[in-house]
């Protein structure tokens, strides 16, 4: 695809993407309000209801109590009345049945009489306080055990009941309220103390069928608030219900039946907070519901729409604009298109500029002046735009380029010439390192060597040679820093070793005399740790001096490893003057004796892990039965598997010796042999 294609279709892209997110933000937006906007109306409309609702229950409640307090009043009339005629009666008439009689008949009388005022009958009745502890009353069923409203059995009620009677209130498991008035007959015995026998007169009523006025009452105000239901403006698919704790649909209008089983979050929540307003999932979409609790009668009511019809005004919106988006957008990509062939007739010349600039050979001494002659005929710069600046730019970076690339050639020839003496030096380094695997096999004695530089030349040393008696020298060194000086103090180092032990020194006398020399000749305060030590291999003594370097471990064939942990004294070649002492050890037959660098121990990980002395000696006891090659190998392997792709942080260099016997030059013998006989690659 052509730059000029990519530029009018980036343009057309961000049009493109600025009027989809114009539109998604405007669709957003207005869903939003209209959303905000159906939710107060949903409120507006539900405090309506529910005002006319409590309005309603307020004279609701005020017919009730006309209608209790009525029936209050005429229920101890006719108590006070019943209870006059008794006296009049017992004080006119002697004890007989013709009194008992009269009695009863005056009672019943007293019971019709409230008849044609009441709409529910009136029982009336004359008993004991005990027939009444223990029966109850049962014309009314009203039980001993019964509860009124004050939480009280009649029993209970008794125990404080006033001179002028008093007023109690039960309901059964049913519902159905019974109002009981007691009044005591005996005045005598009450001021005393009740007893069974003490005699009360009672009158007991229904109250459900004395609410008729307040249940006309409750009818009217569901009439009419089916009518204001009827009158609401709802969407085509909303509904409006009221609906009773019990689950029964009281009023309705619209569908309700997707929400039945979907709103008692929404119901749990009006209950304690008074209203709650959500979205819903239903089987025929997501509706919009509003929930109030009307506390008064303990109703719910609910008002829903399905967010789809919520949100068809803001869809119309978003498609008269997508409309005019790609009408805007057609435009614009027509005029993107015209601008751009304009635009891209300087790039094109400078883009055939630059296929002949790739034809100069920048080697060539007259390519600046080819360059020259290419910028100033196929660049304009004198224009004075971007286009211009680029141009200009261009022709400044084509002849730094040139001079960049004859730069670059020319360290890359010092470069190459450095890398070749670096590779000499590294041969003469390795050179100067003995070879020792021609010693290999010597009776009472087996060694080997390993040394792998960090970089191409390194500061690492060691050395083996033999003095008189048949006496071996070992020696071990790590010069600080790396490179090319670590290589000369080391070469400097090897040759005073030589030196001052053939010469006769003992290793402490040796170091203490190498100190001194390259304390003399050290401008730039290097230093080297040495490990020096004279081996008799006949007898297995070893006569060592250590200064500052890593104390050496010896392997028996079990496996157990021991540290020389003595030190002769501090770096050499810093101090003057310093005395090294010297100590002695034998080796076993059998054994190994292992020299080391740091480069072994401070080998790190990706993690920026040592590799450490207890991972050296687990190898070293793990290997402590194999010739030294292979141990330096094995050693060497571990620490690479642990090292993973972290490149070598400093030189590593291993030296073992083993005080071999006749076993031991069979085994490794067979070793070399099986070495030899494996295929190269």
């Known amino acids: 695809m052509t730059l000029r294609a990519k530029l009018a279709l ?8 600025s009027i989809a997110l114009t539109l998604f933000l405007t669709w957003k937006k207005v869903s939003s309000a209209i959303l905000s906007s159906e939710e107060a109306h949903f409120s507006s409309i539900a405090k309506s209801v529910e005002n006319n609702l409590e309005s309603s229950y307020q004279e609701y409640l005020a017919a009730k109590v006309r209608v209790v307090m009525g029936a209050k009043h005429l229920m101890r009339s006719t108590a006070i009345n019943a209870r006059n005629d008794i006296f009049i009666v017992e004080s006119t008439l002697p004890i007989s049945p013709l009194r008992n009689n009269l009695l009863n008949l005056l009672i019943n009388n007293h019971d019709t009489e409230l008849a044609p005022l009441l709409s529910e009958n009136v029982v009336v009745d004359l008993v004991t306080v005990g027939e009444l502890r223990h029966k109850g009353f049962t014309p009314l069923h009203v039980g001993e055990n019964m509860l009124n409203v004050k ?7 008794l125990i404080s009941l006033p001179h002028e009677g008093e007023f109690g209130l039960w309901q059964d498991k049913d519902g159905v309220s019974k109002l ?16 069974d026998s003490d005699r009360i007169l009672i009158c007991g009523i229904v109250l459900r069928k004395l609410f008729h006025e307040a249940d006309a009452i409750l009818r009217n105000r569901l009439n009419a608030t089916r009518i204001n239901f009827e009158n609401l403006d709802l969407y085509e698919r909303g509904c409006i219900f009221l609906r009773s704790t019990q689950g029964e649909i009281l009023i309705q209008r619209g569908k309700y039946t997707p929400l039945v089983n979907e709103l008692d979050e929404l119901y749990k929540t009006a209950l304690q907070n008074g209203n709650a307003i959500g979205q819903i999932a239903t089987k025929d979409g997501e509706y919009l519901c509003h929930v109030s609790w009307i506390q008064a009668y303990h109703w719910y009511f609910i008002m829903a729409a399905p967010v789809e019809d919520l949100r068809e005004p803001s869809s119309a919106v978003v498609s008269k604009l997508l409309l005019a988006g790609l009408l805007i957008l057609i435009g614009a990509a027509l005029l993107t298109s015209l ?10 010349e400078l883009r055939d500029c630059t296929s002949e600039l790739a034809s100069v050979d920048p080697s060539s001494a007259s390519s600046l002046a080819s360059m020259e002659q290419v910028l100033s005929e196929k660049l304009n710069i004198s224009r004075h735009d971007e286009l ?10 084509g002849r730094e380029l040139i001079k ?11 470069q190459k010439r450095m890398e070749g003496e670096l590779s000499a030096a590294r041969d003469i380094q390795m050179g100067i390192l003995p070879d020792l695997q021609a010693q290999h096999l010597e009776k009472g004695f087996s060694i080997a060597a ?9 500061g690492d040393l060691y050395d083996c040679f033999t003095l008189s008696h048949d006496r071996k020298v070992l020696a071990l060194g790590d010069v600080s820093g790396k490179g090319v000086p670590a290589a000369l103090f080391m070469t400097m180092t090897m040759t005073l070793l030589r030196s001052t032990l053939h010469s006769g020194l003992e290793p402490a006398e040796a170091i203490k005399q190498i100190n001194h020399l390259l304390e003399e000749h050290n401008p730039g305060n290097m230093f080297v740790t040495l490990f020096l030590a004279v081996y008799q291999p006949s007898t297995g003594e070893l006569v060592y001096a250590n200064g500052g370097h890593c104390l050496p471990y010896i392997l028996s064939r079990n496996g157990q490893i021991r540290q020389l942990e003595h030190l002769s004294g501090p770096l050499v070649g810093v101090m003057p003057g310093i005395d090294y002492l010297q100590f002695k050890d034998t080796l076993a037959p059998d054994e190994r004796f292992f020299l080391y660098t740091d480069g072994l121990t401070e080998a790190m990980n990706a993690d920026k892990e040592f590799y450490g002395d207890q991972r050296l000696e687990a190898c070293l006891s793990a290997h402590a039965q194999d010739t030294p090659e292979q141990l330096h190998e094995a050693v060497f392997n571990d620490i690479c598997a642990f090292r993973g792709s972290e490149p070598p942080s400093d030189d590593i260099t291993m030296m073992t010796i083993c005080r071999t016997t006749e076993k031991t030059v069979n085994q490794e013998s067979q070793a070399d042999q099986r070495k030899n006989d494996q295929p190269t690659a």
């Open 10 to 17: 980036s343009v057309a892209c961000a049009i493109a993407l």
């Open 151 to 157: 939480e009280q059995t009649i029993s209970e009620m």
């Open 180 to 195: 009981l008035f007691i009044l005591p007959i005996d005045n005598d015995a009450f001021g005393r103390g009740i007893v």
């Open 339 to 348: 601008l751009v062939v304009r635009f891209m007739r300087p790039l094109h």
């Open 388 to 397: 211009g600046d680029l141009a200009r730019s261009f022709s400044s970076m």
């Open 404 to 414: 960049n690339i004859r730069t670059s050639i020319d360290a890359m020839t010092a």
């Open 450 to 458: 390993f040394l792998e530089p960090a970089r191409e030349v390194g």
